[in-house]
Antibody, heavy 121, light 108 residues
Framework: QVQLQESGPGLVKPSETLSLTCAVTGGSVSDINWWSWVRQSPGKGLEWIGEVSRSGSANYDPSLRSRVTISMDISKNLLSLKLTSVTAADTAVYYC??????????????WGPGTLVTASS | VLTQSPGTLSLSPGERATLSCRASQSVKSTYLAWYQQKPGQAPRLLIYGGTSRATGVPDRFSGGGSGTDFTLTISRLEPEDFAVYYCQQQYGVSRPYTFGQGTKLEIK
């Protein structure tokens, strides 16, 4: 059974960079073509941040594209998220998620438990 | 944009629930997914590819629809089904994913 676990600082100062990793166990990140990061502000809905493929290509939400980088380290079985110039609006629970393996369909079938990141001085 | 309705749905166990998800433009039905989220938990995939139940999802959950209008139906509500439900879509390969704002299903 695949398991995902996010980790990183729970507190980031405004204007600094948020850096998170997602460790994948029970399978390889190279088993599935695409993986995503999703966030959820307190009491709000889900917001897709971006995705990375096993070939190294990435796509981002237009609202975050100028500040976000998502990457994959196949040798370490890790996904990474970097978000620069954070503000209070970036305070959220951040999730990593695996895309379903069925071609031509969409859905995220495995999720990490999430990690709360607070942007505050 | 994905618009879910109603915002809150109050029903009793044993009743049938129909949740709506409307897209601002036509969506390929296989690019539509539904999730359930309970407080303090990560979302759980219920339906992917528009109509396929994810592993372990009871058959009382079903997805349907086409074009711009999609539905998640729970045929007979169990106590554990009361949660928030989100739809998700992607308009095309390499396009951004979007989520609906959620429907809260509460016990009447």
């Amino acid at each position: 059974q695949v398991q995902l676990q996010e980790s990183g600082p729970g507190l980031v100062k405004p204007s600094e960079t948020l850096s998170l990793t997602c460790a994948v166990t029970g399978g390889s990140v190279s088993d599935i073509n695409w993986w995503s990061w999703v966030r959820q502000s307190p009491g709000k809905g889900l917001e897709w941040i971006g995705e990375v493929s096993r070939s190294g290509s990435a796509n981002y939400d237009p609202s975050l594209r100028s500040r976000v980088t998502i990457s994959m380290d196949i040798s370490k079985n890790l996904l990474s998220l970097k978000l620069t110039s954070v503000t209070a609006a970036d305070t959220a629970v951040y999730y990593c998620a695996r895309h379903v393996a069925v071609p031509t369909t969409r859905g995220f079938d495995f999720w990490g438990p999430g990690t709360l990141v607070t942007a505050s001085s | 944009v994905l618009t879910q309705s109603p915002g809150t749905l109050s029903l009793s166990p044993g009743e049938r629930a129909t949740l709506s998800c409307r897209a601002s433009q036509s969506v390929k039905s296989t690019y539509l997914a539904w999730y359930q989220q309970k407080p303090g938990q990560a979302p759980r995939l219920l339906i992917y590819g528009g109509t396929s139940r994810a592993t372990g999802v009871p058959d009382r959950f079903s997805g349907g629809g086409s074009g711009t209008d999609f539905t998640l139906t729970i045929s007979r509500l169990e106590p554990e089904d009361f949660a928030v439900y989100y739809c998700q879509q992607q308009y095309g390969v390499s396009r951004p994913y979007t989520f609906g704002q959620g429907t809260k299903l509460e016990i009447k």
